[in-house]
């Protein structure tokens, strides 16, 4: 009997469906009840990740997602902190709201910044989307140092325009623990993944989850 004897036909147009069925499956079976509010940011998560433990260690300060969303419906831009978390971002859904994504980590000025100063270039970046005197989504899947500035500017009152939404959802292990806390000790609004788990991926998945909700499920 060959592998393929146990695959499941599902047509192309209806495997996102059958995969988001299984993740409340698996869910309802585990007894977790998820915050009506939240509850599709969390399973696109998991649907990216194929990850459940993002169902206890995501976090949502209060009306995260609706705050969220409203801003981008309002025509707010997401700034990332890679170039891979702006490449997963659904670029045709923000720009009907009228956003886009921004990401500096490639400018030369920024890498000589960085370099002058014995800062990150993710650090760098995140003062040159401040700069822009606009509210934003802040979008970071990477770079702890990047929320540690993001800390840094609100608490010396240094940014022009609170962010809209902080997205804190870098990976790894130096200080990425300690940065997330940080942003939740924040008085702004803001999804941050507990823990060492996320990334880029997790990053574009939350964006992509507040864009959908925004546009009523209209991917195009």
Do not use: W
């Amino acid at each position: 009997m060959s592998s393929l004897d146990n695959l499941e036909f599902v047509k192309p147009a209806d495997i996102e469906a059958h995969s988001f069925q299984m993740i409340s499956d698996e869910l309802a079976q585990a007894g977790i009840v998820l915050d009506p509010e939240n509850e599709l940011v969390v399973k696109r998560v998991i649907h990216t990740s194929a990850d459940f433990e993002y169902a206890e260690n995501l976090v949502f300060s209060q009306h995260a997602t609706t705050l969220g969303v409203d801003a981008l419906k309002g025509g707010c831009s997401i700034v990332t902190d890679t170039k891979m978390a702006a490449a997963g971002i659904n670029k045709r859904v923000l720009g009907k709201f009228g956003g886009t994504v921004h990401n500096f980590i490639s400018d030369a000025d920024v890498a000589a910044e960085a370099k002058e100063r014995g800062l990150t270039r993710s650090a760098v970046c995140m003062e040159r989307a401040a700069a822009l005197g606009e509210p934003l989504v802040y979008a970071v899947g990477n770079a702890p140092t990047a929320l540690v500035r993001l800390y840094e500017m609100l608490q010396a009152g240094q940014m022009e325009c609170p962010p809209a939404l902080i997205i804190g959802v870098p990976v790894g292990f130096v200080n990425v623990v300690e940065s997330k806390e940080l942003i939740c000790e924040l008085d702004v609004p803001h999804i941050v993944a507990r823990g060492r788990k996320g990334g880029s991926n997790v990053a574009a998945a939350i964006c992509n989850a507040l864009l959908y909700l925004a546009s009523g499920n209209v991917r195009e």
